[in-house]
Nanobody, 119 residues
Framework: QVQLVESGGGLVQAGGSLRLSCAAS????????MGWYRQAPGEQRALVAA???????NYANNVKGRFTISRANAKNTIYLQMNSLRPEDTAVYYC?????????????WGQGTQVTVSS
C-alpha cells in the first residue's frame, strides 16, 4: 500500500501562484509515475501533469507553460508549481501514483486539496 498526502492548496487571485506538494509513504519502492489530477464541479477528473521516476514529464495542454512538475525521488515527493493561475484552474487537485511509467490509471490517490482562483 502507498499513502499520498497533499498540501499547498488555497485561495489566490487570478495571475497569482501556488505550489502543491505530495509526499508518498508506505511501499514506495513499487511506484513509478506520480502526478496530479484535478476535478472541477460537474466535470470529470483530468490529468494535469505527471512525472516518472526517471524524470519523463507530460502536461495537459491547458497548463503547459504555466505549471511545472518536479520530483525528489529521495523524499518520495512531487511538487506542482502553478503560475499565472486562471479562474478555470479552480478545482480539487489530487495526487496520484502507480507502478507504471504511464499515469493514465492510478492505483493510489491522495485525499485532494482545494485550489480556488478568484477573478
Amino acid at each position: 500500500q502507498v499513502q499520498l498526502v497533499e498540501s499547498g492548496g488555497g485561495l489566490v487571485q487570478a495571475g497569482g501562484s501556488l505550489r502543491l506538494s505530495c509526499a508518498a509513504s508506505g511501499s514506495t519502492f513499487s511506484i513509478d509515475a506520480m502526478g496530479w489530477y484535478r476535478q472541477a464541479p460537474g466535470e470529470q477528473r483530468a490529468l494535469v501533469a505527471a512525472i516518472t521516476r526517471g524524470g519523463r514529464i507530460n502536461y495537459a495542454n491547458n497548463v503547459k507553460g504555466r505549471f511545472t512538475i518536479s520530483r525528489a525521488n529521495a523524499k518520495n515527493t512531487i511538487y506542482l508549481q502553478m503560475n499565472s493561475l486562471r479562474p478555470e484552474d479552480t478545482a480539487v487537485y489530487y495526487c496520484a501514483t502507480n507502478g507504471y511509467s504511464d499515469l493514465g490509471h492510478p492505483d493510489y490517490w491522495g485525499q485532494g486539496t482545494q485550489v480556488t482562483v478568484s477573478s
